[in-house]
């Protein structure tokens, strides 16, 4: 269908670095991204898709929402608590006065493996003194093929969003908002076969309203191999550098299976 109208309980889209989970972001490489992502919401959407042949093929969005307060906004098996109207953070007004408006594309002229994300964001305060939150983010992936079964796959995001508010369970640090935030996401992926070798840079800081500035940086380095079956296993070493908290250096391995429905 080249349009639709959706409605109900969603993840409206801004940014995809948090959904780039496959070899171009090892196995933290989207933690940062998944801060600015923008989850359980009550609304509904419109889509069209526009296909301009050898000019790529693209998705245009626009959403409006409001926070999940039900009791929905739990969860099962980690309790992350109930949303309430006097927690207040943005978009959590029970009414569609928050939306997204978002561009998607891929395939542009002679860049076939070339996809892009750009979105503007603009979420209503239900915070006293703190003002509406607004921002944007803009983002491309490409996959090359340098020679035979070997393939490079480098990702970049930037997003910037003014008076960041919104409830994340992936926030390193509650505290840390409101604030003018600006997050940057780069990887790249290098695949020979079932084999890749996964580089990531994360970058977020943060101008805080009501306290000092605080920053962070990231850096991984990943292997990984994946069987026939779909099984995927993962080794990697990470480093988050956070001004005014400690450092932390971690080593992971991760089992994974995709399984299509």
Excluded at 79 to 96: E, F, I, M, T, V
Excluded at 98 to 121: M, V
Aim: hydrophobic share 40%.
């Amino acid at each position: 269908d080249d349009a639709a109208i959706y409605f109900g309980k969603f993840n409206p889209i801004f940014g995809q670095a948090w959904d780039w989970r496959n070899k171009a972001t090892g196995i933290w490489g989207d933690d940062f991204a998944q801060q600015y992502r923008v989850t359980d919401m009550i609304g509904f959407g419109l889509l069209a898709k526009i296909d301009l042949e050898n000019y790529g093929q693209h998705k245009i969005r626009l959403e409006n929402f409001f926070a999940d307060d039900t009791r929905l906004s739990e969860s099962t098996i980690t309790n992350r608590g109930r949303l309430r109207k006097s927690d207040g953070g943005a978009a959590n007004n029970r009414d569609l006065s928050s939306f997204i408006l978002s561009l998607q594309g891929e395939n542009i002229g002679y860049l076939t493996n070339l996809k892009y994300n750009i979105a503007f964001r603009s979420l209503d305060s239900a915070t006293p003194a703190v003002a509406d939150e607004q921002g944007f983010v803009i983002g491309a992936s490409y996959r090359h093929n340098i020679v035979s079964d070997l393939y490079i796959e480098p990702m970049v995001e930037y997003a910037n969003i003014n008076n960041f508010n919104s409830r994340n369970i992936h926030l390193l640090d509650r505290d840390d908002i409101p604030a003018d935030v600006y997050y940057f996401s780069g990887a790249a992926a290098l695949q020979y076969k079932n084999m890749d070798l996964t580089l990531t840079y994360a970058k977020s800081d943060y101008d805080r309203q009501f306290d000092s500035d605080t920053d962070a940086e990231q850096f991984e380095i990943s292997i990984g191999y994946e069987f026939n079956n779909g099984i995927r296993v993962q080794a990697g070493r990470n480093y988050l550098d956070r001004l005014g908290g400690a450092d932390i250096e971690s080593f992971a391995i991760a089992v994974t299976h995709l399984y299509k429905f």
